[in-house]
Structures are given as C-alpha cells and as structure tokens.
T-cell receptor
Framework: AQKVTQAQTEISVVEKEDVTLDCVYE???????LFWYKQPPSGELVFLIR??????QNEISGRYSWNFQKSTSSFNFTITASQVVDSAVYFC??????????????FGTGTQLKVEL | EPEVTQTPSHQVTQMGQEVILRCVPI?????FYWYRQILGQKVEFLVS????????KSEIFDDQFSVERPDGSNFTLKIRSTKLEDSAMYFC???????????FGSGTRLTVV
C-alpha cells in the first residue's frame, strides 16, 4: 500500500518569504511517480509537477522548486518570494506504475498555505 | 490544451435520490478515474476504469456507486440513493499512456440535503 504524509497542516508566511512544503511518501514499489497539485479557493486541482522515481534531479520552474530525495522518501516543494496568489492548499500525491490500468493517485492530506501582505 | 470537462459544476439533491455526474475525458486517453473530496479533507480515490471495465475501486465505492462509459466519450458516476455523507466535490480524471500525466476536471460539488 502507498501512503503520503504532509505533516504541515497550515503554514502562514508574509509575502516575499520563502516557504517549503514537506512531503514524505511510502511505497514498496521501485517504479512510481510523484506529483504536486495546487487547489486554490475556487476548488479545482491545478497540476504543478510530475517526477518519476528514476529521476532525482531537482527541478526549478520560476519561483517553484522541488527537491526529490529517495534516500529519505521525500519530495519537498519550495516557493521562493511567496506572493498572495500562492495562497492555496497544496497536495502531494503518489502513483505506482502497474500493468493493466489502475495506477490510482494516493494523495496526502494537504498543506494550507496562507500568504499575507 | 485538451481538458477534462465535468457537468454540472454544482448539484443539490434530496437524500435518497439518484444522481449522475458526467465527465468528458480527453479523447485519446485510455484510463479514467473518479475521486472524491469531502470539504476540508484530502482527495480520495473512488474508482479507476480501463478497457470498459473497473480496474480498481476503493472501499468507499460500494454498491450505491456505479460507473459507465456509455458512448465512447462520456464517463459517468452514478450514486443510486444519495446520503448526506455523499456531499463532496467529485473529480473526474483521465490519463494517457505517453507521459503518465493525469488531467483533472474542475469538479462537481454535490450537496445532499
């Protein structure tokens, strides 16, 4: 079985601060994908990143960066110079790769990020 | 960019009534999913569908739930006799085979009164 833990329920920062959202996962499978989604107050799930288990390179996209470490089963997400528009719930998710379909996403409980002026 | 379309965006129903939530997945995707999110909680897997049959379902997906792909384009979730605890946001998703990307619809907020 797969499990995703986001220990931070809620984080509040002041605009322009950097913030890191933690994600720890559990799986016995060696081949899997990790994801981050953003859920703004409007409710939709916005895809941010997908990373497969064989690619441990960190990734940067504008103000967003991700740190994937298999040794600690973590896939942390950092927002640099946060903005009010970053306020949302952020979900980390895991999907193992199986044959024959399925491949469900297992989500963490989410981290509510509040960015204040 | 292709998207997954869900209708309606919001539905209010009386307890005990049947509801059908509709989704149009991305046309060349082969894997389809329903997820549920009770207000303030995490997103939970309900069911996956591939090759015209259910490939996996969670314990939430009991006999009150069913899925169907009636015409090759729509993907529906039916709840036969709704309960108050079925009130949630329901997300449809589809996935292709090339880059393992899931695409979510914008959700249907179901309110059972």
């Amino acid at each position: 079985a797969q499990k995703v833990t986001q220990a931070q329920t809620e984080i509040s920062v002041v605009e322009k601060e950097d913030v890191t959202l933690d994600c720890v996962y559990e799986t016995r499978d060696t081949t899997y994908y990790l994801f981050w989604y953003k859920q703004p107050p409007s409710g939709e799930l916005v895809f941010l990143i997908r990373r497969n288990s064989f690619d441990e390179q960190n990734e940067i996209s504008g103000r967003y960066s991700w740190n994937f470490q298999k040794s600690t089963s973590s896939f942390n997400f950092t927002i640099t110079a946060s903005q009010v528009v970053d306020s949302a719930v952020y979900f980390c998710a895991l999907s193992v790769i199986l044959t024959g379909g399925g491949n469900k996403l297992t989500f963490g409980t989410g981290t509510q990020l509040k960015v204040e002026l | 960019e292709p998207e997954v379309t869900q209708t309606p965006s919001h539905q209010v129903t009386q307890m005990g009534q049947e509801v059908i939530l509709r989704c149009v997945p991305i046309s060349n995707h082969l894997y389809f999913y329903w997820y549920r999110q009770i207000l303030g909680q995490k997103v939970e897997f309900l069911v996956s569908f591939y090759n015209n049959e259910i490939s996996e379902k969670s314990e939430i997906f009991d006999d009150q739930f069913s899925v169907e792909r009636p015409d090759g384009s729509n993907f529906t979730l039916k709840i036969r006799s709704t309960k108050l605890e079925d009130s949630a946001m329901y997300f449809c998703a589809s996935r292709g085979t090339v880059n393992y990307g899931y695409t979510f619809g914008s959700g249907t907020r179901l309110t059972v009164v």
